[in-house]
């Protein structure tokens, strides 16, 4: 019995402590006072099944065949009194632990090879051993030719860049924090995509916590789906809107009605007070998130899988982004065609700033 209780307890004490997403109530809470207010059928809530469309591509759709160069011979080629960087990048690539890369610490492992490589040139080129260096000017150029193709499998193999990338089960919060750490690192990985193979990728140092802070972010994640339930809540808004005006005008002699107040008094009140604070801190993030997005779609030897999706997140014509503003558009020509049929709209001599006491 004991045992019972205390699993009951427990549960309950979870369920406290799961947040609420605050982000969909807002939305819901606007739509129904809404409906309410224009007098017309509620419009159904957002479904989850809707973000099935951004879905991340399997994984194996999104990775790339890379040819292995054994480089293992080096080692029997090159002296460690010569270049001791580059004897020290092979043995550590042929041991357990080398083999074993995960795809993210081989970007960087490439890089340092690279680098390894490039220093003993150099001292083979004054030392005259043109057979060695050009051996290895030829396994530079090949590697080199292969960084693209590394960089896509280590973004597209790593769960830090996937959980980022994937859609929520909630929204933004209301309230949500600054997530500047996460789109610096999307920025900072775009800017090393599009550079390669010109730009030698850095080293783990660098690397490594640009990772780390798409994997401590939830927000985007959040900010899809606070996208695409946007989207949904705006159009069914503006449909609502529209369709009242179409079919019992709120005000048809232009004049103020009662009713074209209580709708000013939602418009003041829950649109511009509490709704559109909402949206603004949702634009401001996807600005940035949807720019890095399309930098990173550009980079070289993208897998068509990767930028069929980035694009459908953040392209300027038919994605989520876009999709978002065109729904943010619409609905504020719907209010304005609805104020000023009213003579309520700001400007005209029906407006009023503030909302009226009375709860709607």
């Keep these: ?39 017309v059928e509620a ?13 991340l ?117 209301v309230n949500a924090g600054e997530d500047d750490a996460a789109l610096d690192a999307l920025a900072q990985l775009a800017s090393i995509g599009s550079a390669l193979p010109a730009a030698l990728p850095p080293a783990a140092e660098q690397l490594d916590p640009l990772f780390f802070a798409l994997h401590a972010s939830d927000q985007g994640g959040h900010l899809i789906t606070s996208l695409a339930s946007l989207i949904h809540t705006l159009n069914q808004g503006s449909q609502m809107l529209d369709s009242r005006q179409q079919q019992r005008p709120l005000c048809p002699t232009g004049q103020a009605t009662e009713r074209g107040r209580i709708l000013q008094n939602i418009f003041v009140k829950y649109y511009a007070g509490s709704l559109q604070p909402y949206l603004a801190m949702v634009d401001q993030r996807g600005k940035a998130w949807s720019t890095h997005l399309r930098s990173l779609s550009d980079a070289p030897q993208i897998p068509t899988a990767s930028q069929q999706y980035l694009q459908s997140l953040s392209a300027d014509e038919a994605s989520l982004w876009a999709d978002f503003q065109l729904a943010t558009a619409r609905h504020i020509s ?17 407006w009023t700033g503030s909302a009226a006491s009375a709860d709607q």
């Design 43 to 55: 419009a159904p809530g957002f479904a989850a099944d809707e973000l099935v469309r951004y879905r």
């Design 1 to 39: 019995m004991k045992n019972h209780l205390l699993l009951l307890i427990t549960a309950l004490t979870l369920g406290a402590c799961t947040p609420a997403d605050d982000g969909l109530a807002l939305q819901a809470d606007y739509l129904q006072r809404l409906s309410n207010a224009l007098d």
């Design 334 to 350: 719907s209010w304005q065609d609805l104020l000023n049929s009213c003579g309520l709209a700001p400007g005209q001599s029906g």
């Design 57 to 173: 591509p399997a994984r194996r759709e999104r990775l790339l065949e890379i040819p292995e160069l054994r480089i293992s011979l080096l080692e029997l080629l090159v002296e460690a009194r010569h270049c001791p960087a580059l004897q020290q990048q092979i043995s550590l690539r042929n041991n357990s632990l080398g083999k074993q890369l995960t795809p993210s610490s081989r970007l960087a492992y490439e890089g340092d090879l690279l680098r390894a490589i490039d220093s003993c040139i150099t001292h083979l080129r004054e030392a005259d051993q043109i057979e060695l260096r050009g051996t290895l000017e030829q396994l530079a150029q090949d590697k080199r030719a292969q960084l693209p193709a590394v960089f896509w499998n280590a973004l597209n193999a790593s769960p830090e860049v996937e959980r980022y990338l994937r859609f929520a089960n909630q929204a933004l919060p």
